[in-house]
Structure formats: structure tokens, C-alpha cells
């Protein structure tokens, strides 16, 4: 039984199979031998060629069968799998190769060859955040301790090489929270965007975060990256993100603008309301300007932010000028922030203060904000940090989601936080 266990076909094609190895193998040593002639090391001369053997092995039944193995970036390197063609075919008219062998093999390569083409003109990229704190948060005259999410989220980001400077992208963005792995109510909710972008700038289409914030407000509260409990609780968003089209110029002598138009999407005469966003963001040596304009219905803001970097520091401020965002028809008001870090090594100090006056319409709507942060870099994409964070609200104020108007807001935070 042991000696017929192998059908006579399956022996045939493991003795052809054999053949075949033998004279890929020596096409492999070719091509290593092609590849160092034409792509010497940097210090300008070739190295020697990797030479592979066959390693006799047992497959399943028993038999022996063969397994090639060759250097890395052979197969990856799109010129390669054409000349397998050519060299499979070549074999194949001198009477080297089986028909029943070569083709499988060679669909296989002629497969590879258009996967090689697909790869080297498209890609996508797995990021992401994890971001968690341990707090002692305080609303009012009531505590509490427990674990919080600081906006940690994961997404998926790729873009397809078109030619001609023509380039497609997307991505998908997705919020989870953290501490209970509960995810965000709209999957994609943090951003789907799909965009087309060449010489002539850049359009976009989807769910995305206004851009006028990005080139204000996001500057400056980089302690934490403007997430959790120690966020900038005055910066007004009057912004909807959703449906929205937007087109961003290519840079013009350092400065870009992006126009943002979200529609609402509701039958006319029923109240929908879109909404406008206008961004520009210009960059000279270490000094970076920004100014962003919403408008959504009855509400808008207008922004200006300058930030600076000299040796350790780093330093920030915006201005900002709102109407009816916190409080309807409460008139207008003025937002004032300005933050500063020292960078000693792979530690950070972080101070971050911001002060909200009245609105027009409504007295003793004031609070003042401030953050004190220390960061402690593990690695590029890791660390550990902490920060206590308070909102003082006046009488009529309620900023950083306090449960009464007029209470303040207090947290004492340990934090981790990994990007992927």
C-alpha cells in the first residue's frame, strides 16, 4: 500500500515539477546576478550576487518535493516577473518544460505581473491612536474618579497614482472610546473622504473636520492634542461636517487656502441651513500664520492664529471673534488663547491658557481656561503625560461640559497615549 499510496500522475509531476525548480533556479540566479550589475550599494560597487540552492524537503505524501529559496525584492521588483514570461516560453520551445507544468506557472507570473503594476502605483496605510487617562475630575462641588477616552480612533488612508501628476485618495476615519471599546455611533463618523488631487490643487468630497480649525485653534492646544478633559473648551465650531465638497490650492510660495461648502440636504423650506468654511495657512521658516472662517445659519467665527518655534521653545497664540455659537442670539464675543512648551530631551512642559469674554446679549457669560502639562516621550509614538486642567465659568457661563451654568471644572490627569 505504501508504494502505490502516490497516484502515477502526482509522481510524473513531481519528477517534472523537479525539472522545472531547477531551471527557475537558475533564472533566479540570473536575475540576482542583473539586479547587483544594475543596482550597485551605495559605496559604488557591486556586491556579490546571493546564490540559492534547492533544499530537498518532504511534502505531505510522503515524497520528496522541492522548495526554492531566493533573496528578498526579486518578485517585488516589477521588471522581473516579464522576463520570467520570456524565459519560461524560451524553455518551453526547446523542449524543457511540460505543458502541464509551465501553465500554471505561467498564469501565475502573468497574474503577479499586473498585482507588481497595481502596487507600485497605489497604497494604503492602517494609523491610528490610543489615548487613555486615569482622572480626578470635579464639576462644581461634586467629584469622581474613573478612566476616560481621549478621542483614540483608527482609520485606514490610501492613494492610487493615476500618472500624468493625477493622483486619487481616500480615508476613512473611525472614534472608539478607549476605555470601554464601545465604538462611535457613525462608524466612520471622525471622517470619510474620497479626493482627487493634481497640480491643480486638490478636491474633496465627504465627512471631514473643518479646515479652519486645523489652521487655527488645532495649533495651539498641543499639549494633548486638543483631546479629553483638557481640551479647548472656548473655541466656537460653527461648522457642519458632513456633505461637504471642498477645493485646497497647491502652495503657492508657502501659503495654502482651502473653501469648504456642506450642504444640508433637507427640502427647501424646511429650515436647512449650509455651511460655509474658509481656511489659509502660510509657513516661513519657523513662524506659521493661519485664519479660518465658518458660518452655519445665524452663527459665525472668524480666527487668526501665529505660532513659533526657537530652539526648546515653542510657542502659539489665536484670536477669535464669534456670534450665537455657545448661546443663541447671545451677540458676539471674543475668544483669546495663547500657549507655550519647552522641549528638554525627550521631556515636555506645557502651559496653556485661554479666556473667554461676555457675549454681546448675555452679562456675565466670561470663564477663563488654563492647562499645565508635562509629556514624557518613550518613543516617536508613544508616551506617558500628565496635566491639571480647570475651567473657572462665571455666573452665566457653562463651558467644559459642566452639568450648571456657573459651576467651574477641575481634572487631575495620568494619561498613555500610543499612535499606530
Not at 522581473?80 to 524543457?96: A, E, S, T, W
Not at 489615548?131 to 483614540?152: A, C, P, R
Not at 480612533?153 to 493625477?166: H, N, P, T
Not at 486645523?214 to 461648522?239: M, R
Request: glycine share 12%.
Amino acid at each position: 500500500m505504501h508504494g502505490s499510496s502516490v497516484p502515477i500522475f502526482r509522481q510524473k509531476l513531481v519528477r517534472k515539477n523537479s525539472g522545472f525548480c531547477c531551471l527557475f533556479q537558475t533564472f533566479l540566479s540570473q536575475q540576482e546576478v542583473f539586479r547587483h550589475k544594475n543596482h550597485p550599494d551605495h559605496s559604488g560597487t557591486s556586491r556579490r550576487p546571493v546564490r540559492s540552492h534547492p533544499v530537498a524537503t518532504r511534502n505531505n505524501h510522503g515524497t520528496k518535493g522541492t522548495k526554492i529559496a531566493f533573496s528578498d525584492n526579486l518578485v517585488t521588483n516589477p521588471t522581473v516577473l516579464p522576463r520570467l514570461v520570456i524565459f519560461i516560453k524560451h524553455n518551453l520551445i526547446q523542449g524543457n518544460l511540460a505543458h502541464e507544468i509551465v501553465q500554471p506557472f505561467a498564469v501565475a507570473a502573468l497574474a503577479l505581473v499586473g498585482t507588481s503594476a497595481a502596487l507600485a502605483q497605489s497604497s494604503v496605510t492602517l494609523y491610528g491612536r490610543v489615548n487613555t487617562t486615569v482622572e480626578h475630575q470635579k464639576d462644581g462641588n461634586v467629584s469622581k474618579n474613573g478612566l476616560f477616552n481621549n478621542s483614540s480612533r483608527f482609520g485606514f488612508k490610501g492613494q492610487e497614482d493615476l500618472g500624468g501628476g493625477l493622483k486619487a485618495g481616500f480615508q476613512l476615519e473611525s472614534g472608539f472610546d478607549s476605555s470601554t471599546g464601545a465604538s462611535s455611533s457613525r462608524f466612520f463618523g471622525r471622517q470619510s473622504e474620497v479626493n482627487l488631487a493634481g497640480g491643480f490643487g486638490m478636491v474633496r468630497l465627504g465627512n471631514f473636520t473643518s479646515e479652519s480649525y486645523f489652521a487655527t485653534a488645532d495649533f495651539i492646544s498641543n499639549h494633548n492634542h486638543d483631546t479629553g478633559s483638557s481640551s479647548d473648551a472656548l473655541y466656537a465650531y460653527p461648522a457642519n461636517d458632513i456633505n461637504k465638497i471642498a477645493y485646497r490650492t497647491p502652495s503657492l510660495g508657502g501659503a495654502t487656502f482651502e473653501a469648504g461648502w456642506a450642504m444640508h440636504e433637507q427640502a427647501s423650506g424646511t429650515g436647512g441651513k449650509n455651511s460655509l468654511d474658509l481656511a489659509a495657512n502660510y509657513e516661513i521658516g519657523k513662524l506659521g500664520l493661519g485664519a479660518g472662517y465658518s458660518k452655519l445659519g445665524d452663527q459665525n467665527q472668524f480666527a487668526v492664529r501665529a505660532s513659533y518655534s526657537t530652539g526648546p521653545f515653542v510657542l502659539g497664540a489665536y484670536v477669535q471673534r464669534d456670534k450665537n455659537v455657545f448661546v443663541a442670539t447671545g451677540g458676539n464675543r471674543t475668544n483669546l488663547r495663547v500657549s507655550a512648551a519647552y522641549i528638554m530631551g525627550v521631556s515636555e512642559f506645557h502651559v496653556n491658557v485661554g479666556r473667554a469674554g461676555d457675549y454681546s446679549k448675555v452679562n456675565d457669560s466670561a470663564a477663563t481656561q488654563y492647562t499645565l502639562g508635562y509629556n514624557y516621550n518613550l518613543s516617536k509614538r508613544t508616551k506617558v503625560y500628565s496635566y491639571y486642567t480647570r475651567v473657572n465659568n462665571n455666573k452665566a457661563a457653562s463651558y467644559g461640559g459642566v452639568s450648571a451654568a456657573g459651576n467651574d471644572f477641575s481634572s487631575i490627569a495620568v494619561g498613555l497615549r500610543h499612535n499606530f
